[in-house]
């Protein structure tokens, strides 16, 4: 199969409105004889669902929480950027482009990210209409911050809270769909499986998390806005519960993923503490707008820093290393994460890493405070403070916070074409979910950005150009095709409840968590992915022998349902292995240490590897084929990423 991502003709400024033209119109009467099915309703899901019932259409949607308030993108602290240019700083929908295509190292699209660029002005005006409370400026104007790799301001932000709000926007325009009962909302509902007929996807088999039932629902096209799978590391800033067994599975069924590798790796998270901790905490990028990180000048003062013999605020300002602002005076502590991350792993390895474990380094507020005194600072980030005194019982106001990278996001997912489609017609894919536009490093605020703009600006004029092309015939779950997927759904769940080892399956996702972040984290090697590899190979084997799965389907089974998902996350880590393996060169969150300029920047592989990986699935226990989409460079010229 060959890939098409159907960007469409003509000058980059000019395709979306073209193909917006283009692309065929359902009637407002016709809209209601389409079913559509939602999986997910954070951020990208609930703008979707609200704006396709909106519409006219009928939908159903799904999520795994008691309420889609609940969903992942609620965590989401600094941030949404779009190109207002409100500070008249030189912002333009252009400079978001390339900033974002730079930022991602030349491994995105440009029609793509274009779009996004030029929708993020709506996004904001959308969400201002909901009632989102952006923060303002005296005047009443909303205000702005810095995110990193941009030398502009052009975050929008609710204090510390951006996705909690932007989510509460959504989640009302949802809210007054499922009244109007244009919505049918399901909750503590998971999706197990994809059913295709004649290779369209047609709907999807759930299990009631309350009774655990196992339901079939039928639509004319199914979206999947399921989230990210950092969770596959085992810690990471992600909510416990976000999990990549929608997208697997749907994978499963012919949808093919794309460059599962590209991991972000966020520079700024509170240090891990131990083996006791089931997930890590995100101190937002704002900080760096005013927080300044460093290291000690040498390994003598970390060593003492480490012992506890000395504190932060007593190490001289000549005898610290403000290394962000050294080594990259244009961009100084608003680098990109990747770079951010590597710089502080690399601090670490010189033996200047700070805290009990080593394993950190400073970001400090002094000069911020002496600038603009605690009340504003506090003003700005009090919240996020206040999370960091009580998870660490140290107060930043008056030491450093102590920062360590973290896993954050996954620029990989699901493949889609410039239609958000999957490589199955009717299977759509939005939000962290979809691989789409973030290349090989996602700039801070850019997540909520491309969230809502699949959700509330593309999907509602590309679904409605694949079901004009496909007709209103009715689908129903009668259809021998949702009986056969049932099937399966019922023999995979009675498989796993059949494990009755002596290792739970939380160790297990452990151990997963471990090797991945050794050998496929912030820097792989050629030798390290191929050992990665044998040991999942032999971890998967274990867990089909030796794992324990306690309790029935028919009652609420924690068990069971994580044991389903750390089973997909398994052989997911096995195809970011082959994909990280595959992918011999450097760019942005994937380092691949043989790859390297004489600076330790990222060396990127142009002629061999500029290209989107899509894996196709070839059953149980077989490798994958990889198709190559070739990326096409017309507006912006491929050079090697320059911060300094
Ligand atoms: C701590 C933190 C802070 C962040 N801050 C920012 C920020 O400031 N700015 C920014 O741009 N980005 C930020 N991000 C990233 C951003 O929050 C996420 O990328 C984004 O919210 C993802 O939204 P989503 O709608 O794609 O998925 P999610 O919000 O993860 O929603 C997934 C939905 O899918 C449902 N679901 C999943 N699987 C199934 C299944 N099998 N069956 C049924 N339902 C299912 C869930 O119930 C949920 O409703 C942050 C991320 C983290 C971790």
């Known amino acids: 199969m060959s890939l098409d991502a159907k960007i469409p003709e003509g000058p980059l400024a000019q395709k979306w ?13 016709n809209k209601r004889k389409y079913d559509i099915i939602v999986v997910g309703t954070g951020l990208a899901g609930a703008s979707a669902a609200a704006s396709l ?16 308030r609940r969903a992942h993108s609620i965590a ?5 950027n ?36 030029e929708v993020s002005v ?25 995110f990193g790799g941009s030398q502009v301001s052009r975050t929008f932000y609710a204090r510390g809270q951006t996705g909690q709000q932007l989510l509460l926007g959504a989640y009302s325009a949802l809210n007054r769909q499922i009244h109007a009962g244009k919505v049918k909302m399901y909750t503590r509902t998971e999706m197990l499986d994809v059913v295709t007929i004649d ?32 969770n596959v590391f085992y810690l990471s800033t992600n909510a416990i519960g976000s999990n990549v067994t929608a997208a697997w599975r749907a994978h499963k069924r012919g949808a093919f993923f794309g460059n599962p590798c590209y991991t972000q790796i966020h520079p700024t998270c509170i240090p891990v503490t131990g083996d006791h901790q089931s997930k890590l905490t995100l101190m937002s990028e704002s900080l760096r707008n005013d927080g300044r990180v460093w290291a000690p000048k040498t390994v003598e003062i970390a060593e003492q820093l480490r012992k506890g013999t000395i504190k932060a605020d007593q190490v001289k300002e000549d005898d610290r290393d403000y290394f962000l602002e050294r080594k990259y005076p244009a961009f100084g502590n608003l680098v990109p994460r990747d770079v951010a991350s590597r710089n502080a792993k690399e601090m670490v390895a010189e033996g200047k890493g700070v805290g009990g474990s080593g394993f950190a380094v400073f970001l400090d507020f002094a000069d911020a405070i002496k600038r603009l005194g605690e009340d504003t600072v506090r003003a700005k980030y009090g919240n996020l403070f206040d999370m960091y005194i009580q998870i660490t019982d140290e107060n930043p106001y008056k030491q450093p916070m102590r920062i360590y990278p973290a896993v954050h996001y996954t620029m990989g997912g699901l493949w889609v074409d410039y239609n958000l489609s999957t490589t199955v017609p009717g299977l759509y894919a939005l939000g962290e979910c979809n691989f789409s536009d973030h290349g090989a490093n ?24 694949y079901l004009a092309k496909l007709g209103p015939k009715k689908v129903d779950t009668t259809h021998p095709a949702f009986e056969a997927t049932k099937k399966d759904v019922i023999t995979y769940i009675n498989k796993l409840l059949a494990l009755k080892g002596n ?21 792989r090697t050629a030798e390290g992915l191929t050992k990665a590899k044998g040991l999942i190979q032999a971890l998967k084997a274990d867990f089909w022998v030796n794992a324990i799965v306690t309790g029935e389907n028919e009652e609420v089974n924690a068990s069971l349902e994580r044991a389903g998902r750390i089973a997909d996350f398994i052989e997911l880590g096995e195809l970011m292995v082959d994909d990280a393996l595959m992918r011999n060169e450097s760019c942005g969150g994937h380092f691949r240490v043989e790859s390297q300029t004489p600076d330790g920047e990222a060396l990127r592989d142009d002629d061999n590897f500029a290209f989107v990986a899509a894996w196709e699935f070839k059953g149980e226990n077989q490798p994958e084929d990889l198709h190559k989409e070739q990326l096409v460079f017309e507006a912006v010229h491929l050079s090697q990423r320059n911060y300094a």
């Open 17 to 29: 409105s073209k193909h917006k033209f283009d692309l065929k119109l359902v009637n407002p009467a």
């Open 53 to 68: 019932a909106e519409l006219g259409y009928n939908v159903k949607a799904f999520c795994f929480q008691d309420s889609p």
């Open 76 to 80: 989401a602290q600094g941030g949404i």
């Open 82 to 117: 779009a190109a207002k240019n409100y500070q008249n700083d030189g912002d333009s929908v252009f400079r978001l482009f390339y900033d974002t295509i730079k930022g991602g190292d030349y491994r995105a699209r440009e029609g793509n990210v274009y779009r996004l660029a």
């Open 122 to 146: 709506n996004i904001i005006d959308q969400c201002v209409a909901q009632g989102v409370p952006f923060a303002r400026e005296y005047g009443g104007l909303l205000d702005n911050r810095s």
């Open 199 to 230: 290779g369209h996807a047609k709907g999807i088999v759930t299990r009631n998390m309350i009774t655990g039932s196992i339901d079939t629902h039928a639509g004319h096209a199914v979206l999947l806005c399921t989230g990210g799978y950092s």
């Open 442 to 465: 996602r700039l801070g605020a850019s997540a909520l950005m491309q969230g809502l703009s699949d959700g509330y600006f593309v999907i509602p004029f590309t679904l409605g150009d």
């Open 503 to 523: 290792k739970t399956v939380n160790e297990y996702h452990r151990e997963l968590g471990h090797i991945m972040w050794e050998y496929c984290g912030m820097a």
